[in-house]
């Protein structure tokens, strides 16, 4: 009687979404990876066999996930998360570099991304963390604790040379958001990330200078209460400093192929000639994803017609740009829809993380919500040229086995705990 | 609040995204078009071009295929490099070279390796061309000239320059297209329309399938044959009679328009301009600037008329009832006025006008021009009325027909001598030269032949034409329709008498041509050359206009030959052949025959380039060629 009202009990909307991502992306990782007739879908010379193949083991990994008592992930959520990072150390000694990055681990004739299963690891700790009784979310001493849970696994897999997934972890910050951290912190993100792109649009003067009046006025006009001479000039101060920072970063820290597609994303480069040239070089990419997305049109060529994946113009293209795929052979409807499925997919895991009793069910469901946003942004908005290159899969959609499977343990494991709701406390 | 700041940011990256998508893809998408998507290739399938057949139904124009041996070098795998230089007949070095030149280009991408090979290579090849992974054989059309003749006439294909290609979306680089004669104005017709292959590429460049199975793919349309009106044996004799000469020859048949000859010589293989070697010959074609193999003068070359024109000055004479058939002039070796004295040869005065027009008297048509020019009073109306019956005949304009080429001669009015001289400041001894076919008056010889034409017709013309036939089309209205002359009817026996007695007692007399009642005309034009920038006289062209028989008549021809002195020397002789030729198919005037083809002019044309001085006319020079060296008609 009670297990059969557990599993009437799991999100079937979820479950929906997630296979129609998971079919639906394969048909595209099929459409963009084939050489000429498809003889055998489960082909494990070509990706969209192995990717087959991933998704069948998928469904054994689901039907595990589910069958561990839920209470197991919060009780181990600590051990997980330091299993996870020592995988992640791991790598310096075992890792197998590919494309300069060491993030893999090869075993057999597979390779497994460990960064990919850390995300969920770091998700239930900060969730294990967070619900802790004596956690007090607002205290400087927890945020920075929290900081750390999240920083330890960024910090291994930037060393590691993968700064696109290092970006993931930023999603957190919306768990802790919503746990209750001070307002200031968005005031100062949003700020931050003002500052940021003025200073490398404008140059260091025009953003100190601007900077300068705003201060000034909010020190003289400001409605609430007038600030003190010295606070205003020292948060002017502070944010001169960030810009220099900003600078340094971006001119010293940075690789040269990352200045460049900052650069690009903030149209440095006006000289038309040397733009031709990137096309040919670090734009080719986003060149040749955005070219196919616009060939599209309303309709899209049809499944496996898209000339431009056919004719494979668009590198990465089953990877990382599977989305130029569904932009060039489904059009815009096919595209929009996919847009929808995810909105839907993680506005559901929102709304279902909020109905939760358990405060570690909800910074779980919160992170993971968080972190399927993040790369469903960064993904589609870099493939159609809204955002810098940052090279991170879209969920159950890119080819590869670690994070089909990363990505099918956070949420299920959500699911899991969700199904669990009304036996929590 | 705070739940809401990440579920409005989902919902507003979310509608971000939607937006740029509908930017992208609906609101402004990539013109897409199969042709400008650069991964398709578009792989033309080129129809058959039509053939050419002549009035008879001869075939003059055909295809041959050519076969260009292709390499792809990424595919090449080691091979006996001595057999394959063996088969091809080139040395290894030369394979080394083709070879790395084709891998520069691109190792993925094929290029021609040796082009359009020989019949006999491609056979020798063809066998064993599987031994040699990366070469494969590609088949071309090439023209084939069936017949070593009417080079002017047919023209050529080559390939489309960049002017054609951007005016012209049908025609992409690489296309053949025609150059010249019928190939250039029926190309719509002859070409057929070219299929299409929609073949899908990868990033490399390299054919992965037809695209969408085919679907949008386009068979080719044959291009459609057409029949010319040249008649091939009268073409290939009038070339013959027209070696070691300049000049050009234009035969028309006066009751349609149909042009059954277009010679033009010096004249070349119009297999030269096919092949492998159509460019190198096409240079040494187009720099002989001295010669001008290229130039057809049948149809451009201007020159001053001479005597035929003064058939025109009788017609107009009549037809504004200033002169009578019977009314005779005296003539005193010349016409004088004014003190100055226009020439004439030694001959019966006076003379009426059948006597003025078989003498080719000089003074009895200085008398009729002035009549006309001095009509009522005004010599710019006489010039006018004048002017506009001279251009009724097609003379002083474009005919306006389907040939490549062409120039409009040039006819004077009232304009030009009031732009020389100042209005009302001239009168008819200004231009007295019009009466005799000097002075300002140019025509081809094309329209030569036309006037003739008109003349035989008795007062009216069908454009010239060179189209026959066209498979399944009609030819243009335009051809079948008559143009009439300002000139009427009833006065024209007298001149076609007077041109036949051209024949009878005439400047013709000793062309007679037993059994055909032949009308002609001799004519003598002067001409000037530059040397060293002096302007030099040369030795006269001689110019011949005639028709036959005199009544429905069916051959109208002009025939002219640069430098050969008087008109019957060699133009009188040439027309009267041809004319014979044409309407009896045989020659019975051996003698005239045999005179022609041992005369030419080669040395007389070299005068003005040899630098020494010359004397001209009277001092004119004439090569005799020997008989063995008469050129076998080539078939």
Same mark, same amino acid.
């Given at each position: ?7 009437? $009990? ?16 394969? *048909? ?24 087959? #193949? ?8 689901? =039907? ?21 990072? /020592?995988?992640?150390?791991? #790598?310096? +000694? ?8 060491? %993030? ?35 205290? +400087? ?25 290092? =970006? ?11 746990? @209750? ?22 140059? +260091? ?15 003289? *006009? ?19 400093? #960030?810009?220099? @920072? ?14 460049? $597609? ?31 997305? %616009?060939?599209?049109? #309303? ?24 989305? %130029? ?12 829809? /996919? ?25 779980? @469901? ?13 993904? +589609? ?21 670690? %994070? ?22 | ?132 992974? !990366? ?38 680089? !690489? ?19 070219? !299929? ?56 028309? &048949? ?271 034009? &002067? ?36 430098? !050969? ?71």
């Amino acid at each position: 009687m009670q297990t059969e009202q557990r599993s009437y $009990r799991l999100d079937w909307i979820s479950i929906v979404l997630f296979l129609l991502l998971v079919i639906f992306g394969w *048909f595209n990782i099929l459409s963009a990876s084939h050489h000429g007739e498809v003889t055998n879908y489960f082909d494990m010379d070509q990706p969209y066999g192995k990717q087959a #193949l991933f998704i069948l083991m998928t469904f054994g990994l689901i =039907v595990i996930t589910l069958a561990i008592e839920a209470k197991f992930y919060e009780r181990f959520a600590s051990i997980i998360y330091f299993i996870s990072l /020592l995988s992640l150390a791991g #790598l310096f +000694i075992f890792g197998k570099n590919v494309n300069g990055a060491t %993030s893999w681990y090869g075993i057999g004739g597979m390779t497994l991304q460990p960064s990919e299963f850390a995300k969920f690891a770091t998700a239930l700790a900060v969730a294990k963390y967070i619900s802790d009784l004596q956690t007090n979310i607002k205290t +400087i001493k927890d945020q920075l604790r929290c900081a750390a849970i999240i920083m330890v696994p960024a910090v291994l897999i930037l060393l590691q040379n993968d700064a696109g997934s290092t =970006v993931v972890y930023g999603a957190f910050f919306f768990v802790f958001y919503r746990e @209750g951290i001070q307002q200031i912190y968005l005031l100062i993100g949003v700020v931050a990330l003002a500052l940021g792109i003025l200073t490398l649009k404008f140059g +260091i003067t025009t953003t100190v200078i601007i900077t300068a009046v705003a201060v000034i006025c909010i020190h003289f *006009f400001g409605k609430k209460r007038r600030p003190m001479i010295l606070e205003s000039a020292s948060i002017f101060l502070l944010c001169a400093g #960030l810009c220099f @920072g900003v600078n340094y970063f971006y001119e010293n820290i940075l690789k040269p192929h990352q200045q460049d $597609r900052l650069g690009l994303w903030l149209r440095l480069e006006k000289d038309p000639q040397k733009l031709e040239e990137m096309k040919q070089t670090i734009l080719y990419n986003l060149n040749e994803s955005e070219k196919a997305i %616009s060939s599209g049109g #309303l309709n899209g060529k049809g499944f496996m017609q898209g000339t431009r994946t056919t004719g494979k113009f668009v590198p990465e293209q089953h990877t990382d740009y599977i989305f %130029s795929t569904v932009g060039e052979e489904w059009g815009f409807v096919g595209s929009a829809l /996919l847009v929808i499925l995810f909105v839907s997919l993680i506005t559901r895991i929102l709304y279902l993380a909020e109905l939760q009793k358990s405060q570690f069910s909800r910074v779980y @469901g919160y992170s993971v919500a968080s972190i399927f946003f993040v790369h469903f942004m960064i993904n +589609i908005g870099m493939v159609m040229g809204l955002i810098p290159t940052i090279g991170i899969p879209l969920p159950f959609f890119s080819y590869g086995g670690s %994070s089909l499977w990363g990505f099918t343990l956070l949420l299920f494991i959500f699911i899991k705990l969700d199904s669990n709701r009304l036996y929590d406390w | 609040m705070r739940k809401l700041l990440l579920f409005s940011l989902v919902i507003s990256v979310g509608l971000v995204f939607i937006a740029r998508l509908f930017y992208l893809q609906v609101y402004k998408p990539d013109e897409y078009s199969l042709y400008d998507d650069n991964a398709i290739r578009k792989v033309y399938d080129y129809p058959k071009r039509g053939y050419i057949y002549d009035r008879n139904g001869v075939l003059l124009v055909a295809n041959q295929p050519s076969y260009d041996v292709m390499v792809i070098p990424r595919e090449v795998r080691p091979l006996d490099t001595l057999e394959f230089c063996s088969l091809l007949r080139i040395t290894k070095q030369d394979f080394i070279n083709i070879y790395t030149k084709a891998y520069n280009y691109s190792p993925r991408l094929p290029s021609v390796f040796i082009p359009q090979l020989s019949r006999n290579d491609f056979a020798m090849l063809q066998e064993k061309i599987r031994k040699f992974e !990366g070469f494969y054989i590609q088949k071309r059309s090439l023209r084939d000239y069936q017949r070593s003749i009417g080079a002017n006439v047919l023209g050529d294909i080559g390939e489309v320059n960049n002017y054609i290609i951007q005016n012209n979306p049908y025609y992409k680089m !690489g296309d053949l297209i025609g150059k010249q004669g019928v190939e250039k104005t029926y190309e719509d017709v002859l070409r057929g329309v070219k !299929g299409i292959k929609f073949i899908q590429k990868d990033r490399f460049n390299r054919d992965i399938g037809p695209y969408k199975e085919g679907i949008y793919d386009t068979l080719p349309q044959s291009g459609r044959d057409i029949t010319i009106t040249i008649d091939a044996t009268l073409q290939e004799y009038g070339e013959l009679l027209m070696r070691h000469k300049r000049g050009g020859i234009v035969a028309i &048949e006066p009751a349609t328009g149909e042009i059954l000859a277009m010679i033009s010589a010096p004249t070349y293989n119009p297999n030269l301009l096919v092949g492998r070697q159509r460019s190198a010959n096409f240079n040494k074609l187009y720099h002989d600037t001295i010669a001008k193999p290229l130039y057809d003068r049948g149809l451009q070359a201007m020159y001053p008329p001479g005597s035929p024109f003064k058939i025109l000055n009788a017609l107009i004479g009549l037809q504004e009832q200033v002169v009578t058939t019977e009314e005779r002039f005296g003539c005193n070796l010349g016409y004088s006025y004014g003190g100055r004295k226009m020439g004439c040869h030694s001959h019966a005065s006076p003379l009426n006008m059948n006597g003025g027009i078989y003498n080719s008297c000089n003074a009895y048509f200085a008398n009729v021009y002035r009549r006309i020019i001095d009509k009522n009073g005004n010599p710019g109306d006489g010039m006018d009325v004048w002017s506009k019956h001279v251009k009724s005949f097609g003379l002083g304009d474009f005919l306006n027909n389907d040939l490549s080429v062409g120039q409009p001669g040039k006819v004077p009015d009232r304009k030009l001598y009031d732009r020389t001289y100042g209005e009302n400041r001239w009168g008819s001894t200004y231009n007295l030269s019009n009466a005799i076919g000097q002075g300002e008056i140019l025509t081809t010889p094309i329209q030569l032949a036309n006037m003739a034409a008109a003349i035989g017709n008795r007062g009216h013309y069908y454009t010239p034409h060179i189209i026959k036939q066209i498979e399944g089309g009609e030819i243009d209205q335009k051809f079948t329709h008559p143009k009439h002359t300002t000139i009427d009817k009833q006065y024209f026996e007298p001149i076609v008498q007077g041109m036949f007695d051209v024949y009878n007692h005439g400047t013709a007399s000793t062309l007679k041509v037993p059994g055909i009642e032949i009308c002609g005309k001799t004519g003598t034009a &002067e001409n000037f050359t530059k040397i060293n920038g002096v302007r030099t006289q040369l030795t006269d062209h001689s110019i011949f206009v005639a028709f036959a028989p005199k009544d429905n008549p069916t051959i109208a021809i002009a025939v002219f030959v640069e430098n !050969g002195y008087w008109g019957s020397r060699f133009a009188g002789r040439i027309a009267s052949l041809m004319i014979e030729k044409y309407i009896k198919g045989e020659i019975t005037r051996k003698d005239m025959e045999t005179w022609i083809l041992t005369h030419g002019l080669e040395s007389e044309y070299a005068k003005p380039y040899s630098g020494e001085p010359f004397t001209i006319n009277k001092g004119a020079t004439i090569d005799i060629i020997p008989m063995e060296d008469k050129p076998k008609s080539v078939k």
